[in-house]
């Protein structure tokens, strides 16, 4: 990989790890009630980065498929509505970094997914043990907070448990995309998942959150300007030049440095690093590594060298 490449790599880690820290000081919190409810956060989050993506296509004279508006808003909603609003209302609940790690989870749902609803998949023992090392990961995060059972802890337990979803929803997306999208060129499909992110979040923003009564702090505006143009549409323009430069598997890359940069980007606001979070932050990235064929790459490296 170039030096520009691998600049643009860690980049693109900075900023989707960065985005976690934007939802928490986006989305409304016990003491910033006036702050963004989660829906509403969704909406203005997916509109904003939709409108710049959009924009982007017509320049370039993309157009758009509208005759696959049904695949398209199924796609907006499990890959944009439903985890973008479950991230933001676990991270009412639970530091950033956390959010960031499950979000890691992704890779393993795909690989488990993939096995159990795709006939030519098969997971082989070393990547069995790759799963199971990812969850076992899972469990022990997830394990420090079972402690309590009342009030905050419960809803805590809550926040943990929907950034689990979010990163299922990422991985059901990435099986109907495969099934029903493709050829599709991939700016298209995240403008196309934007849009429709948008119009299945206005009506729930509109019923239950009334936005228009809300005051955020300038902070809260700031981030959420941040989460929409750069933590969305800037970082998915940087993600397909990625593909395109370096193709799939190495930009897949940034999986690995977004939980890293998640739990830098925490720490600015005092987020606590604990030897549970580190341990099962390794444990899971380990897992995605051995899933993805490393532990396979680097066995067969070493079997080459031996002659």
Known sequence: MKPKQLGALLLLGAIWGASFLFIKLAVAQPETPGNFPPVTLVGIRTGLAAVVLYAIMKFRGIRFPWHRWRDLAVLGLINATLPFFFFSWGEQHINSNLAAIYNATAPLWSVLLAWLFVREERLS???????????????????????????????????????????????????????????????????????????????????????????????????????????????????FWLLAQVGATRTSQVTFLLPIFGLFWGSLIGEPITSRIVGSLLLILLGVVIVNGGLEWALRRRMSARG
């Open 125 to 239: 023992g070393v990547r069995n043990l790759g799963v199971g090392l990812g969850f076992v990961g899972v469990v022990y995060l997830f394990s420090g907070s079972l402690t309590g059972a009342r009030g905050s802890d419960r809803l805590a337990l809550w926040g943990e448990i929907v950034c689990i979803v979010a990163s299922l929803c990422y991985a059901i997306s990435n099986m109907w995309t495969r099934r029903r999208l493709r050829g599709i060129e991939s700016l298209t499909l995240a403008t196309g998942q934007l849009i429709f992110g948008t119009l299945w979040a206005l009506p729930l923003i509109a019923v239950f959150e009334r936005p228009w009564q809300i005051a955020p702090t300038p902070t809260a505006i700031a981030a959420l300007v941040a989460l929409s143009l750069l933590g969305t549409a800037v970082a998915m323009l940087i993600f």
